[in-house]
């Protein structure tokens, strides 16, 4: 396979990865360069030339690329990480699917429904160590940003001595959308207008 260079490299294709993808495609203010690894070639693709489209679309200077790797194959993510030499690794690829939370009908989504998400987390973070440990090995500069049950999922990185930077995940989901509602988002708006002035 051939390196390719890119500022970010996200791991999945899943909603969540797409979701971040497509988000960089349509806000990015200067240029930047997005890397999208997972198993699924179909799904790459259309997340590659769904984010080019999105970032024409919306006239941002956002290129969009490939990569096809398999994170549950020993040295995958040193090896994608070494040809992508990214600034920022962002891991979303999982296990468990998030669909965990609304499928209904099997005795595992019964458990976690009934014992809380927190069973998830023996899915949730194998493929996350194996990411923060390609990161320190590899490219120990990068920002290592985490989306998988961040929650739970980060301490278990930092008590392994492995580099993270944050999460995104469940609780600041969950904070953001109380602002919204509350309005507090333009509230703060309004104060820093205030106090540049």
């Not at 390719?4 to 294709?13: K, M, N, P, S």
């Not at 899943?14 to 200067?30: C, Q, V, Y």
């Not at 930092?158 to 953001?176: F, K, R």
């Amino acid at each position: 396979m051939t390196d390719i260079r890119a500022d970010i490299l996200i791991f999945g294709t899943g909603n969540f990865a797409g979701r971040i993808a497509l988000d960089l495609a349509s806000t990015a203010s200067e240029p930047v360069t997005v890397a999208i690894a997972g198993r699924n070639r179909e799904r790459l693709d259309w997340l590659r030339t769904a984010g080019n489209a999105r970032a024409a679309m919306f006239d941002r200077p956002a290129r969009f690329l490939s990569r096809q790797v398999d994170l549950s194959v020993a040295d995958a993510a040193a090896d994608t990480i070494a040809a992508v030499a990214p600034k920022v690794v962002v891991q979303a690829a999982s296990f468990q699917s998030g669909s965990v939370i609304s499928n209904q009908g099997n005795a595992w989504t019964r458990l976690v429904a009934e014992g809380g998400l927190s069973a998830t987390a023996v899915l949730q973070a194998p493929l996350s160590v194996a990411v923060a440990r390609a990161v320190k090995a590899v490219r120990p500069g990068a920002h290592f940003i985490n989306c998988c049950f961040a929650d739970v999922v980060n301490p278990l990185i930092a008590a392994l001595g492995l580099p993270i930077t944050c999460g995104v995940g469940n609780v600041a989901i969950l904070a953001n959308a109380f602002a919204g509602a509350l309005g507090i988002a333009a509230l703060y708006a309004a104060d820093s207008r205030l106090r540049s002035s």
